[in-house]
């Protein structure tokens, strides 16, 4: 598939084209969604959209609104990524790479302490709404589903009247939890799960250091997400966390004990990062694992294929539960209690 533009997203070619249509037809969304699992590309496609509505020489790179937008300070493109959260996020010079709406509010009375964009982030980021000079003023957020219904209420009162040359391109990885109001206004772009011969193309191109054993590790650890894929190539820590999450995963599999899991949820409860990192591992240790019992079935298993089915629906309940911002430990103790 041809793309005129030089998109940085691996795979979903299908859904860029279209977004290169729009632009080229003059056709743009009043907001677009941009839908999938996580780390298969949404913001990457997100952001450069942004750059491609904003720049007058199709995202050329170098022209100053270009500049601006790579240091995250263009006064038409507001993103919102990671928020200020107290005792987890509290660099703000690191939040500044990603998120540039103004966050003070977050760190004073009452103090946030859950990764919720609350209807006082959303006063602070659409009162750029008017910034506008000329040209596209664009909207980038990050996984709206952290809009509790309150703010999420408020959100839509903008997107039933949209300002002139004002575009929201938003990201969910998970749309059930959204209001079908603001999805029903959305031009909605479906990204999906990338094939392993993709992933191995990108990342013979992009990581030419690594071996073929190793490529095929990434490959099969990233699970069809490109994003993920190139996280492990380019950080032996997180490859390293990925497999010891594996490794424990297998012994408690094989062994298992209440006060080892206990104690093993209370480890990956300690922010919501590291107890999503610990669900894609336990995804994809689940994935392999039923895939090695239907090569080999062994007699007399505790684990019959309607188990690990049964685990696998545990296993995403506890994602919508997490994303709720129901207690992460509870969940996950709750979770391993039943392998
Ligand atoms: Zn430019």
Known sequence: MNLKFAWRNVGNEKRLVELEQDLASDKINHAYLFSGPMEVGKLTAAKFFAQLLICKFEACGECSDCKLIRSNSHPNLTTVDDLWIEGVNEDWDILAQKTNFNQSGRAKSPK???DIIRIDDLREILS???NTSDGWNVFVIHNIERMNRES???FLKTLEEPPPKTTFLLTSNNPALLLPTIVSRCRVSNFGNVNPATIDKMLLRDFPGLT???RVRVVNFSMGKPIRAKRLAENPTVF?????YFEKLKSLLEKPNVAEKLA???KVSTD??????????FTYFLRSFMLTRARQPIANSRYTPAKLVGLIRQLNSTKILIERNINPRLAVENLLLQI
């Open 128 to 130: 750029r709404v008017n």
């Open 264 to 266: 093993f949820a209370e």
């Open 212 to 214: 073929e054993i190793e």
């Open 272 to 281: 919501k990062t590291e107890v999503q990192k610990f669900l894609e591992a």
């Open 152 to 154: 999420a209420n408020f």
């Open 112 to 114: 946030a302490k859950t």
């Open 240 to 244: 390293r966390e990925f497999k010891e």
